[in-house]
C-alpha cells in the first residue's frame, strides 16, 4: 500500500460519511448539506477564508437554495493545481433517511433511498483535505467542488464560471461505485417537449368536430416507435437510447378532465441519449416527424388539425477522455499502487463530469461505494468506500 494513503483514518472517515448521510439536502435544497461540509472542513483545519459560494444558483432555471461550494487548498510543493469534485444533492427519494450500520454496509431503514449517491463522494473530499492537512502530506495547490442540482440536471457544473477554479489541468468527480471502476465517457442528452393544441367538443353529441389532442399525442409515440426512435435506438448511423417520460396537460394536471369531452390539449416530454451529440438531436428530430405525422393524421369534419409544437435543447454533451490522457494515466497509477486492476467504462447516464469536460478540464470519474442508488434498496459498501478515500488521498499526493 503506497505509503500516503496508509494515513487515512478509517473510522474517522466513516463517521464524516455517517454524518453527512444524515443531513437532508434533496435537489434545489442544498443549504443544510453546504453548512455542515463547511463546518467539518473547518474543523480538520480549512480556514474559513478558503471556503466560498459561487453564485451558480443564480443562473439556474429552477429554485436553488445556494451556489456550487469552493474550496482552496494551498500546495505543499509546486504543480498543476487539481480538482476534486462530487455533488451535495440527493434525489428526493433520500428525504428523511436514517442511515444505519449493517455489517459491512450503511443503510436506510428500508422507507427511503439513503443518498450514498454522493454523500461518499462528499465524504471522500472532506477526508482528502483532513488527510493532507493532519499529515503535512506533499501536494499542489487543489481545488475542491461541490456542486448543486446534479440530480436535477448537472445545473451546477453547467453554470460554473471557470475562473472560480483557480486553473485546475485535470478533475477527480467522486460519483460511482466500484473502486475499480474509471468513468471515462458517458453520453450526452437531449430534452424534448411537444404541446399539442386541439380542439375540444362533446364527445358524445359532436365527436367529429373534435380535435383529440390525446389522440395526436397517442399516435405520436406509436408512430415513434415504429419507426426505431423508442426505446434502445440502433441505426446505420448511429446508436442511442430514448423515452417517454411525462403524458399530462397543463400545470401537472391530467390531459383533458371527463370523458365526455374530446381533450383540446397534451403536453408530452421525454429525452434522447446517445455517445454522439449530431446522434441524440437526430432521435428528437424523429420523434418531431412522428408527431408531425400523426397531426395529419387526425382531423375534424372540416380537415382541420391540431397545432403541434415541437421543441428540444441539450441537457448536457457527450465526452470520452483518451485513454491516454494525463487524468487517466494518474488515476489507473493510484489505483495499481492500491493493487486494484483499473476498469476503463463509459457511462450510459450523465455525470457532472459531462459539464467540466466541456468546460475544459478533463475529467475522470471514481468509485466510493455507493449502490443501488435511486432505490430504498440503496446502500453503502463500506471496503469501497475505504478505498475510494485511499484513491483520492493518492491523487492528490502523486509526483506528476
Not at 443501488?372 to 469501497?384: A, D
Request: charged share 25%.
Amino acid at each position: 500500500m503506497s505509503n500516503t494513503s496508509q494515513h487515512l483514518d478509517v473510522a474517522a472517515a466513516e463517521e464524516h460519511l455517517m454524518r453527512f448521510l444524515s443531513v437532508e439536502g434533496v435537489t434545489g435544497h442544498e443549504a443544510n448539506i453546504a453548512a455542515a461540509v463547511s463546518d467539518a472542513l473547518q474543523k480538520v483545519g480549512v480556514p474559513a477564508s478558503a471556503i466560498r459560494f459561487d453564485d451558480a444558483n443564480k443562473r439556474i432555471p429552477l429554485p436553488t437554495e445556494t451556489g456550487n461550494l469552493i474550496v482552496d487548498i494551498p500546495g505543499t510543493r509546486p504543480g498543476p493545481r487539481l480538482l476534486f469534485s462530487t455533488h451535495l444533492d440527493t434525489v428526493p427519494l433520500c428525504a428523511g433517511a436514517r442511515p444505519r450500520r449493517e455489517g459491512d454496509r450503511i443503510v436506510s431503514d428500508g422507507t427511503t433511498a439513503l443518498g450514498g449517491d454522493a454523500r461518499t463522494g462528499v465524504a471522500v473530499l472532506v477526508v482528502v483535505a483532513e488527510t493532507l492537512i493532519k499529515h503535512k502530506l506533499p501536494h499542489p495547490p487543489i481545488t475542491l467542488l461541490f456542486t448543486v442540482r446534479e440530480e436535477s440536471g448537472l445545473h451546477g457544473a453547467r453554470e460554473l464560471n471557470l475562473a472560480e477554479l483557480g486553473g485546475p489541468v485535470m478533475c477527480i468527480n467522486v460519483d460511482g461505485q466500484s473502486a475499480s471502476d474509471l468513468i471515462i465517457g458517458a453520453v450526452g442528452q437531449e430534452n424534448w417537449e411537444v404541446e399539442i393544441r386541439g380542439r375540444a367538443s362533446h364527445a358524445g353529441v359532436a365527436p367529429d368536430k373534435g380535435i383529440s389532442a390525446t389522440m395526436v399525442g397517442a399516435m405520436g409515440l406509436v408512430e415513434a416507435k415504429r419507426a426505431g426512435w423508442f426505446g434502445k435506438v440502433v441505426k446505420d448511423d448511429g446508436r442511442g437510447t430514448s423515452n417517454v417520460g411525462i403524458f399530462g396537460g397543463k400545470d401537472g394536471k391530467p390531459a383533458g378532465d371527463a370523458t365526455n369531452v374530446v381533450t383540446d390539449y397534451a403536453f408530452i416530454r421525454g429525452e434522447a441519449r446517445s455517445p454522439e451529440a449530431a446522434f441524440a438531436k437526430q432521435i428528437a428530430e424523429g420523434y418531431k416527424e412522428a408527431f408531425g405525422k400523426a397531426k395529419a393524421a387526425v382531423v375534424d369534419h372540416e380537415g382541420d388539425t391540431a397545432e403541434v409544437s415541437f421543441s428540444y435543447a441539450t441537457s448536457y454533451p457527450p465526452f470520452r477522455l483518451d485513454e491516454d490522457s494525463a487524468v487517466v494515466g494518474r488515476a489507473t497509477r493510484a489505483l495499481k499502487a492500491l493493487g486494484i486492476e483499473p476498469n476503463l467504462l463509459f457511462s450510459n447516464g450523465g455525470l457532472d463530469a459531462n459539464w467540466l469536460d466541456k468546460h475544459g478540464i478533463p475529467t475522470i470519474t471514481i468509485g466510493a461505494g455507493q449502490a443501488e442508488i435511486h432505490t430504498i434498496k440503496e446502500y453503502v459498501n463500506l471496503p469501497e468506500f475505504e478505498k475510494g478515500c485511499r484513491i483520492g488521498v493518492l491523487m492528490a499526493t502523486l509526483e506528476d
